[in-house]
C-alpha cells in the first residue's frame, strides 16, 4: 500500500493556482451511484445558481447530493471499496489516495464510520508486528485529547531539518471541525484528515445526520423519539434543500466544493449544513481569495 | 414503645462531629452506621460528588441531601477525551440545574468534567444561585463567550472561574467586560482553552487589578509575551500562573521587563501555558525556578538543550510536564536535578509519525525511576520498550499510584527480546501495591490480565487498548481486581462469556467501556435483563443493532451502574437493554 501521507504533504506545500482554475468537472471522474429514495430523500442541491462550480458539481458534474434514506443504502458511503484501487491519478479535486489507509473490508465485517483501521492488526495476536511503512490511523489513538491535538495541529512544531514535514507532523495527525445542521439538536465533530476528497466527507455527512430525518430499526417514519418535530420533518422530506458550507480562516462561510481538497482542509474552520434557503448571497468567493493569498 | 436512645449524643453534636469529616466516602460510611446517623449526616452534608450523572438522578439528589453547597459531577466516559464517544450522547447539565436552582438557592460550587454545558445552563445558574462562588468546568463542551459573560455579571461573589480544557464557541473577548467593576473576589481564574484572538485585554488587566486575592491566573494563547510583564506586575501575590503564546519580537527591554516581573513574583509555584516558546525569553524565569513546584511545558515547542536548562534551576520541582523533545538526556538531567519529582507526563512531539523525532526511549524512564524516589505518577508516551526496563523502574519505584505508559505502536513488542511486555507491567503491579490507575500498550496477552487480577489488588482504573488473547483476560481483571472501579477497553478480543460471567461485578464498579471488541448484541440483551440495577448501553452510529443478528458483536458498549434506571435523553444511536429486554432508545 502507498505511502498515504506523502500525498498529502507535496500537494498542500504548495499552493497550486492550477488547481483553482475553472473546470466543468472532476476530469475523469466517476459520479458514485446513488440509489435515490424519492420519498425520503434531503436533496443537497448547489443552490447559488450563478455559481460556476457549486459543491455537487464539483463532486460529479452536476449529480444530486442527497441522504440517502435508510442505511442500508451507504454502499458508497465511506467505507465502499476503493474503485480500483487508484482513482484518478492526476485528479486533485478527489484527493485520489491520500484517504489514510484505505478502509479494508477484506473480512465482510460491517464498516463503522469514523474507524479507519487495519483489521489485519486486531486479527493477528501475539506475532509483534514492526510498523508498516505506511501507518493507518486509528481513532482515538494514539490517546491524546483533542485539545491538545487542535493546538499542536494549529502551530505544527518547529522543525530545524525538514521545514516541509513540519506541517506533515500533527497536522497529518486529525483535525477536527465541527459540523452542524439547521434543525439538528446538536453538533458532530469530523476529523477532515481521515477522508480523501468531497465525496467521501459528503457520504460521511449523509449518514451522520440522517439519523435527524428517519428513525431507527427499520422503520421509515418517525420515531418514538423523534429528534425534529414531526412538521419539521415534513418539510425536510418533501421541500427544502440543503447545501454544505464552511467557514473560513477569515471567519467567511463559503459554500464546499470550489477550491482542490488541500486547501479546503486547510482553510476550513468548521462546517454547517445549511437551508439553501439561507444560503443565498454566498458566493464562491474562494478562487478569488486564494489566489489574492499567494 | 418508644425507643429510647440511651447512649447517644443530640443531634446538634452529633452534627458538629460530622462537620470535620469532609471526605464523601467517610461520610458514606457515617449514614450507613444507623438509621439516625444517616438521618443526621444527610441534612448536614454539604458537598456531593456525583462520579456518573446517569447514576442517579437530581431530584434523588435533592431529596436525600436538602442542603448542599457544592456539587461535582462527571457525565462522559473518559475515551470521549480520544473521539471514541460520539457527539450527541449525553451528559447534559441543564436538567441538573434547572433541579438545583429550585432546591439549593445557596448553592456556591459547582464542579463538571466531560459534560455538555449550554449558555442557557450557565444563564440559569448565573440566575438562580444568590452566592454562588466556584465554577470549574473541564473538559467541557457546548457553551460560548456569551455564557461566560452571563456567570461574570451574574455572579457577584464569584471566585473561581476555571475552563481548563474545555470547547467554548468563541464569539467575542468582551465578556470579559461582563465583570462588574464591583467584583473584587476572584481567587481564580483559567482561560487557557480560549481561541480568541481578541481578549479584552484591558478589561482582563482591570480585573486582575481589583483583585487582590487572585492566586491562579492561566491565560490564553491569544495573550502575547509583551502582555505579561503587566499583568505580573498587577498580581505579585499569583500562586500559580500559565502565559499565553511565549514569543514575540526580540526587543532589548522585553527579557528584562519579564525577569522583573517575574522577580516581584514571590509567591509564584507553578507556571503553565508557553505555547509557542522563543528560548531567548526563558531566562526570564530563572528568578522563580528555585521555588517551582509545578512546570506545564506540554505545549512547549523547545528541544533538550532548552529544557535541560530550565529544569536544572528548578530542584524543588514535584511536578512536570513537558514534551518528548526532553529525549533521554533530558530526563536523565532531570533525575539528577529533581529529587522531589512526584509526577512526570511526556507528551509525543510527533505522534502519528511513522519513524521516531526524537531520542526517547525507555532509558529515560528508566533513569528518572532511579533518580527520583519520590516519583509517584507516570504518564511516558514513547515509541519502545522492554520487559527488563519495567522491571527495573517497578522495583525503583513502588510508591507508583498511577502508571500510564503509551508505546505509540499498537502491538509492540519488547524490542529486544520480540517478546510480549506481559512480564514487565507484571512487576509493576506486583511491586506497586498503591497503584490505582494503569494504563497498558504494547504487545499483551491474557497473562498480563492474569498477573494484574492476581496483584493489582487496590487499582481503580484500569485501560486497555490491543491487548489480550481470549475473554480469559478479561475474567482475570473482573474476577481478581477488588477495588476496580472504572474498566475501559477498546480493539480487544474480549467476548461474552468474560463479562456474563461477572455480572455482578459490574454492579460494583462505576462503569465499563467497551468498543471494537467482540461482545455480541444477545448477550448485551442477556446482561440488560439480569442486572437491573445495570444501565447497558449499546452504542452503533451506522446501524442499529437489532436489525443484524444477536450473535454480531456491538460496536461499543457501555455498561454502568444506576439507580435511576435508564435514561431518557439517549440520542438515536444509542440504545438500552432493559429488564423485559426490549430495547429502549
Redesign the interface.
Known sequence: MEKSYDDTNTEKSGLRLKDTELRLGLPGSESPEREEHDQNVLSLKSFVSGAKRGFSDALDGGGKWVFSGG??GGSEGLFSPRRGGNNNGGNDLSGSDSGLGGPVLKDGV??????V?EKK??VA??N????P???A????????????KN??AS?P???DNDDDNAE???G???L?VKVSMDGA?????V?LKIYGGYKELSSALE??FS??TI????SHGV???D?LSESRLIDLLHGSEYVLTYEDKDGDWMLVGDVPWEMFTNCCKRLRIMKSTEAIGLAPRAMEKCKTRT | MQKKRAYSFPDEVLEHVFSFIQSGKDRNAVSMVCKSWYEIERWCRRKVFIGNCYAVSPKMVIKRFPEVRSIELKGKPH?A????V???WGGYVLPWIVEMAGAYPWLEEIRLKRM?VTDESLELIAKSFKNFKVLVLF?CEGFSTDGLAAIAAGCKNLRELDLR?S?VDDLSGHWLTHFPETCTSLVSLNIS?LGSDEVSFSALERLVGRCPNLRSLRLN?AVSLDKIANILCLAPQLVDFGTGNYTTELQPDVLSNLTAAFSSCKELKSLSGF??VVPAYLPALYPVCSRLTSLNL??A?IHSPEIIKLVSHCPSLQRLLV?D?IEDSGLEALASSCKDLQELRV????????EP?VSLTEKGLVSVSLGCPKLQSVLY?CRQMTNAALVTIAQNCPNFTRFRL?I??????DYLT???LDVGFGAIVEHCKDLRRL?LSG?L?DRVFEYIGTYAKKLEML?V??A??SDLGLHHVLSGCESLRKLEI??C?FGDKAILANAAKLETMRSLWMS?CTVSFGACKLLGQKMHRLNVEVID????P???PES?PV?KLYVYRSISGPRSD????VWTMDEEGT?L?
Open positions: 442505511s442500508g460491517a464498516p463503522k464510520p469514523l474507524v483501521q492488526s486486531q495476536a501475539g509483534g508486528n514492526t510498523a511503512a505506511s501507518k490511523q486509528v481513532v482515538g489513538w494514539p490517546p491524546i485529547r483533542s485539545f491538545r493546538t499542536m502551530h512544531p518547529k522543525n506533515a507532523k500533527f497529518s495527525g486529525c477536527y439538536p446538536y453538533l458532530r465533530k476529523d449518514k451522520m439519523c435527524f428513525g431507527q430499526c427499520g420515531s418514538s423519539r429528534v | 475515551f477525551d480520544f473521539n471514541l460520539p457527539d450527541g455538555v473538559s480544557e470547547e482553552c494563547r505555547w509557542d506540554s505545549y515547542t514534551l523533545y507528551f509525543p512531539s510527533d505522534p502519528f509519525g511513522v523525532n508516551f503509551c505509540i505502536e499498537p502491538k509492540t513488542a520480540r517478546e510480549p494504563s504487545l496477552t485501560s487498548a490491543f489480550g488473547d477498546r480493539d478480543p471494537s452510529e451506522t446501524e442499529p437489532c436489525s443484524r454480531c460496536d439517549m440520542p438515536p444511536f430495547i432508545h
